[in-house]
């Protein structure tokens, strides 16, 4: 009798051993147990740590609950400015609800990443190329409403979308390097030129001050000779100075014209007011012989 009880005693305990190792469940502490029983969802979803189930009846899936990082592949599109380019993006998320993530889709990753995916076309269709370019964070902020949107329905959550690169055709990189160029060229021009107008500013205030004593152009013109000296140059160049040319060309615009000296230019007897009689009757020698028929000269002197 005592060997009997002993017996059935050891094949409950191997039993009851026996179903416990088939019944027990560890759940880990960054997971979630959904229970299913005869296909229906049991109870509660079992937290971390042991668990047990009907063995033959229920059925355990765990769930993951850490932020898993999905790349999302490159997508080319068309900008709205009518611009082709590729790009990819990654995506964070995690699953929040691991009862909805198992019953409301099938599988929850591959859902994400093809929502992740259309969302990144959307999103290249209507931004324009300069907003991909400068300003990612509106982007990704967009983005990241647009795939969270159907995904809080399957219990997950979208923690974060980031752009990670934007590629160009080859075109596009050169015009875009020709207008940087040209617009740092412009820059550059508006600040020399803004230079140049704050040295004028100065230069015609030194000019003021210089014209009010003479003495500091000389000074100035010394300290010129004594800057060029100082290059050990065998030609020594000395200014002129432009005031003292300007002086001599007034003074010669300024000079009264020379009255004509008497007597240069003008016969005697001859003048303003003078007249000369002559006798009728009379010849005047006129320092020429005339010419007779018979084709001599005779001189007539002071003919009568």
Not at 117 to 131: E, F, V
Not at 185 to 205: C, T, V, W
Request: hydrophobic letters at 40%.
């Amino acid at each position: 009798m005592l060997q009997e009880l002993l017996v059935a005693a050891v094949a409950a305990g191997s039993a009851g051993l026996i179903y416990v190792t088939a019944a027990a469940r560890v759940v880990k502490q960054y997971e979630r147990g959904v229970v299913f029983r005869l296909g229906r969802l049991a109870g509660d979803v079992r937290p971390p740590g042991f668990t047990l189930v009907v063995p033959g009846v229920d059925r355990l899936r765990k769930v993951n609950m850490q932020i898993v990082t999905m790349p999302i592949p490159a997508q080319e599109g068309i900008t709205r400015d009518n611009v082709t380019v590729r790009v990819d993006a990654v995506v964070y998320f995690k699953v929040v609800d691991a009862a909805n993530a198992i019953i409301q889709v099938e599988d929850y990753r591959f859902a994400v990443s093809q929502m992740a995916q259309t969302s990144l076309r959307s999103i290249i269709g209507k931004s324009d190329l300069d907003d991909l370019l400068s300003n990612r964070e509106k982007l990704n902020q967009g983005l990241e409403l647009m795939i969270d949107s159907p995904a809080i329905g399957w219990g997950v959550q979208i923690d974060r979308v980031e752009i990670k690169d934007v590629s160009l055709p080859e075109t596009m990189k050169r015009s875009m390097a020709r207008q940087a160029e040209a617009d740092r060229e412009r820059r550059a021009r508006i600040i020399n030129a803004d230079a140049e107008l704050q040295a004028s500013k100065k230069l015609a205030e030194a000019a003021g001050v210089m014209s009010e004593q003479p003495a500091a152009l000389q000074l100035r013109l010394l300290q010129t000779v004594v800057a060029v000296a100082a290059e050990k140059n065998s030609t020594l160049v000395l200014p002129f100075p432009v005031e003292l040319l300007r002086f001599l060309e007034r003074a010669q615009t300024q000079q009264p014209p020379r009255p004509p000296e008497s007597g240069a230019g003008t016969p005697a007897g001859t003048g303003p007011g003078i007249e000369t009689a002559v006798e009728p009757g009379t010849d005047t020698d006129t320092g020429t012989a005339p010419r007779n028929d018979t084709g001599t000269d005779t001189d007539t002197g002071a003919g009568t």
